[in-house]
């Protein structure tokens, strides 16, 4: 079974501060990697993807991740963050071609202070 | 248009109770799924269908019980409410395919059973 692990329970960051969220996951086979948004009373938004393919993945909001297959991570990163990028942020795996589930990180709540 | 709609965004009942949220989405995905995000914002796949036919179903009490009529739609229908369903219930739909290419989600029912 997949699993995910997304390390920095909390983050508190000022504006302008740079981004970087650890997620690690255990999966033998081909995976897919998300990241997706979850603002304050929200619902989730998918961020960015990785299927194949170049490992640096950009996404909306000038959020990127990086794909890293020998150790496998796939950490979000963000050059300069804003007070509105406040929310929590949700790493997840599935388990490649025709794969129905997607497994969860408990997630990282990351505060932008102004 | 709304791609995932949920009903209703918030339900307050008392325990014992029996109650339902309605999910549907006007996608065309194939896949449908419930998550439970609990107090800790942690995400817990409980039941997926797929075309209408259960393929996915977690360690959940058999009090829920999910409902495809058809593939655009998939209810949840909880009897003997307990407190410890109080949560955030999210609807998801994706398009299996050749690859999981990631979920569209509902903005969710928060139900707090008192």
């Known amino acids: 079974a997949q699993s995910v692990s997304q390390h920095n329970h909390h983050v508190i960051l000022s504006e302008a501060a740079s981004l970087e969220l650890g997620c690690n996951y255990s999966y033998g086979g081909t995976v897919n990697l998300f990241w997706y948004v979850q603002y304050p009373g929200q619902h989730l938004q998918l961020l960015l993807k990785y299927f194949s393919g170049d490992p640096l993945v950009k996404g909306i909001k000038g959020f990127e991740a990086e794909f890293i297959k020998s150790k496998f991570s796939f950490n979000l990163r963000k050059p300069s963050v804003q007070w509105s990028d406040t929310a929590e942020y949700f790493c997840?795996?599935?388990?490649?071609?025709?794969?129905?589930?997607?497994?969860f990180g408990k997630g990282t709540k990351l505060s932008v202070i102004p | 248009d709304t791609a995932v709609s949920q009903t209703p965004k918030y339900l307050v009942t008392q325990m014992g109770n029996d109650k339902s949220i309605k999910c549907e989405q006007n996608l065309g995905h194939d896949t449908m799924y419930w998550y439970k995000q609990d107090s800790k914002k942690f995400l817990k796949i409980m039941f997926s269908?797929?075309?209408?036919?259960?393929?996915i179903n977690e360690t959940v009490p058999n009090r829920f019980s999910p409902k495809s009529p058809d593939k655009a739609h998939l209810n949840l229908h909880i009897n003997s409410l307990e407190l410890g369903d109080s949560a955030v219930y999210f609807c998801?739909?994706?398009?299996?395919?050749?690859?999981?290419?990631?979920?569209?989600f509902g903005s969710g029912t928060r139900l707090t059973v008192v």
């Open positions: 269908y797929n075309n209408k036919e259960l393929i």
């Open positions: 998801a739909s994706s398009q299996r395919g050749t690859g999981n290419h990631g979920y569209t």
């Open positions: 997840a795996v599935g388990s490649g071609a025709g794969s129905y589930q997607l497994t």
